[in-house]
């Protein structure tokens, strides 16, 4: 630095934060420096340390060490409430809304309009009305958080933090859940706050995002700042290595391969969701041996409850679905199971694994109640301890403990117990919802080539992902969901990402091909 | 034909709807402090037992200083008094509040046992101690039918409806409202705006106290004047019960509580029924028409009403 | 090492919260006017002080085996078996109303008939609140406590008329001879009945099928995750349904040994709260069955010994309390693992000044 370190220069400065949690040195000695009116980005991997340090700015967390100035103050942030106060507000990843609460009562809550101790809602909606114009975040200011779309919801996000006054925004991954149109709308609201003179702090794992709407760049590794960026004068090749520490392919190593007869057929299938509206709205797809078919399309538009249509773990009220040529729909988990199927769920903490089990329980859950780990009954501990430690070395499991409760095996290992528990069922057709949440880049890759391997070992493979990328890059052939019907089946070749963008917002690749044609 | 002829008579006669706003009381009480608690996310099956500790300590105090109204008094005091055990254990120490709560009916049941002989000389049951007397509304008692359903009642049947009032006012109008429901919902995302999660569920888990409390003090120096061991009865988990078939609202608590007031009103009624002539021997037959009713009840609404998404879920920061 | 840890844990816990309790109880027996040394003195001679006492609590302590098995059972599948006290009210009755009629049946047929309409009936009155819990979403706790008073009352005008017999306490009838349960030994007035045997048994039977068979691998699954388990093929329905008939089979069990070793009929105080002693007796014994047997012992003890206190003016209701606040304090064991941290460090500070 040429010149002496001065926090007025900066809306938020964080110096030299440490943050230890049992086992994880999550921050160690991180300083993170954001001017006023930029758009800064932070990223770095699952783990990195990043919702971490921003939970301390939020007062969600307090630093072991380090120093916290906004706008050029020292604070001493004892919880949320003082970093309000600041002028911090946080959007986070998961959002924090009352489902059965009004989009108004939810953005007042914690600093209501009153008279007295009475709520004065009318004066609510007047406040979020008059705020949400302003500022051009249109959001429906009646309806109960459980009945609007994800867009909107975060859309509330930004409007609970405005409301209360925030100078300085922190997002945190806020375009997971989002349509890539989705992206450029609340991109464009992220420059809309820029001009207003707000400060954003945006955190991600998305390179391209980085590139597109941020001003300066902080990449983070393991808990420690590895560079400090101007976005401008940097590349995303550049920062993957910051993030990684090593080179990174971007792109899966993909054979082509011949497909073989067709496993799955599936015919006009209906699904209800929780709510009993119609979730699956009348698709039909088949898969064959030895393909992999993605599902791409945005979370909540059908793919959940299609998942769980077709592993038995609910009931489809219309349509077909055949498996190697019977007719298996509604059958049970179990009578699927027996036919050859296996599944990957999406969130292996309540689906996959039962976390209180010890880890040889989970590797044989599905298949408990089967030769050779029970007979007549009575489980054979010698036998399933040993096929454990089998599965461990074959997929790398580790801490290589069978005894060990699943609740103390890393994300990571976690998945790949699933992963190993389904693969080495020997099945037939296998549904693979959201392998890599959560994972890291060397987990990624190593799921990544085992989805690969399976293909290869002749297996139907059904990839449902929220991940554009992982669909694009691993299927032979995809159908993009929206709103519980296709609307388009596309092959990954053909296809550009802005194509598969407007098919997941709704238009048919009808359309979205005749758009491009005329243009 | 005799039992269709007892039950129009009982129909037709003011007594039964009085008897049902009576019977209704103690789960109006007990359900209203269900709904507190469990609208900000703490499952408080003591209900039971703050009950019986509310009929206890009422007809104590009544005993010693002569007024039921004092009694009531320290009955709210003591419950509390039991509902922050519940609180501690379960906000603080994230307990099974499952569990806890039955910890509590157990040593309410034996606090109320062991101290029957200390303070009354015997066990089971004390004399007949004093009441709360009823008291005659001018003007509406003097109407016909209705007068004599809701025109003399006890004072604590009018005060359970005028609680029913408050909490619904407390609950859906003010600031305070919000935050609890916004607790029991989504504690997290109510911590993040600084709400007081902790103190919100506390708030909510002592009126649950204070409600229970007063239930059970109706049972002693409201309709009897004595206490007997146990003599709650079941009906504490009967309110649970008109909680959930309530919809966790107030106003739903008071008509679930209503109709299970009417159930025990029926029972009550065939009983003594003049054309029935109930032997002593079958009268147990008639005594399990009410939680008859609830299990069917429980059963067959239940799934159609929704809980507080984190209702039971102790709420651990970090 | 964890592991190790925890286990000295799931020992230490129940064991210090007994001795809180214990002192809590002191204090209020204090402010009552009594001596707590002589009452607990009392207490222990009441338990143990001679061949009679000790025969009283193992009969005492029988049917604690059982209900706490039957609630220890259930939580270990996930649900929570409030209702082993109208369980094993069925139990006993439906057991007495067969066994009444089996008047030229040898004991062995007689004794395992009997024992089996017991556990049936417990299982089946378990399972009514299973199958509202898997169809309709009922939830157990209210549904067996409703279950509890109907049994109670069925009960009551069971003896009070189609099977009333003699003045007095409603009662029925007495069982055949053949379907009593022979007393291991006799002291004095006390049978020591051969009941316990059956307890013990039954402990070992529900260690096996938890932790051997894919039954408790299946129950266990449904109690710790449903979802994972419904995933993994398991049927939640039918496991919940599994899971209450299995505890209410050992709380019927109870009924029909208590019936057949002691009373020798159904009589409306048969139960008594045993029933719900079997919850104390899971928590503190942490749902393992080895643990249940001591903790039944320990609560045996108690209740036996409380009627010896009683000649004291104590109210044998100080057990009701005592177990009150070990069930406060297993369920919330944060407390207790706070108090041994505390005192592990004050211990140490004390270590490092001398």
Known sequence: MEREFDPRDYAVAMVGITKQFPGVLANDNVTLLVRKGEIHAVVGENGAGKTTLMNQLYGLLRPDSGKIYVFGRELNLKGPRDAINAGIGMVHQHFMLVDNLTVAENIVLGSETRRGVIFDLRQARMRVKELSESYGLMVDVDAKIEDIPVGMQQRVEILKTLYRGAEILILDEPTAVLTPQETEELFEILRKLREAGKTIIFITHKLNEVMAVTDRVTVMRQGKVTGNLITKETNPREIARLMVGREVLLRVEKQPNEPDDVVVEVEDLWVKDNRNLDAVKGVSFYVRAGEIVGIAGVAGNGQTELVEALTGLRKAHKGKYMLLGQDVTNLSARELRLRGLAHIPEDRHKYGLVLDFPNYYNAILGRHDQEPFCRSSFLDHDVILKYTKELFETFDVRPRIPEMPSANLSGGNQQKLVVAREMSSRPKFIVISQPTRGLDIGAIEYIHKTILRLRDENVAVLLVSMELDEVMSLSDRIYVMYEGRFTGEVRPEEVTLEEMGLMMAGHTWEEVRGTVATR | MRWIQAIFDILTNPQFYKITLTASTPFIFASLGGVFSEITGVVNIALEGIMLMGAFTSIVFTFYFGSPWLGVLMAIIVGLGMAWLHAWASIKWYGNQIVTGTALILLAQGVTGFLMEPIFGRPGQTDLIGKIEEIRVPGISEIPFIGKVIGELNPLVYIAFGAVVFSWFLIYKTVLGLRMRSVGENPEAADTLGVNVYGIRYFGVLMSGVLASLGGAFLSVGELGQFKELMTGGRGFIALAAMILGNWNPVGAMLASLLFGAAEAMNNQLQSSPILHVSASTKPLFNMLPFIVTLVVVSGFIGRTRPPAADGIPYIKE | MIKSQQRIYAVLVPLLSVIIALLIAAVVIVLVGNDPLKAYWEMLKGAFGGAQEIANTVVKTTPLILTGLAVGFGFRAGVFNIGAEGQM?????????????????????????????????????????????????????????????????????????????????????????????????????????????????????????LEKTSVGYEVKAVGFNPYAAEYGGISIAKNVVLSMAISGALAGLAGAVEAMGVHHRYLGALTAGKGFDGISVSLIGQNNPIGIIFAAFLIGSLRTGSNAMQFLGVSKHVVMIVQGIVIFLVAAERIVRTIMIYLRFRRREAGMES
Not at chain 3, 94 to 99: G, K, P, Q, R
Not at chain 3, 122 to 147: D, N, P, Q, R, Y
Not at chain 3, 188 to 206: D, K, N, R, W
């Open chain 3, 89 to 209: 009210a069925m139990g006993a009755l439906f057991s007495t109303m067969v066994a009444m009629n089996l008047g030229s049946m040898p004991s062995v047929f007689a004794i395992p008939i009997t024992l089996l309409v017991g556990m049936g009936v417990g299982a089946g009155w378990a399972a009514i609140a299973g199958a509202l819990k898997a169809f309709t979403g009922a939830h157990e706790v209210i549904s067996t406590i409703m279950l509890n008073w109907i049994a109670y009352y069925l009960g009551n005008y069971m003896v009070a008329a189609p099977l009333a017999v003699g003045s007095g306490t409603p009662k029925s009838p007495e069982i055949a001879p053949s379907a009593k349960l022979p007393p291991l030994l006799t002291v004095h007035a006390t049978e020591l009945t051969s009941g316990i045997i059956i307890a013990v048994i039954a402990a070992v039977v529900m260690y096996v099928i």
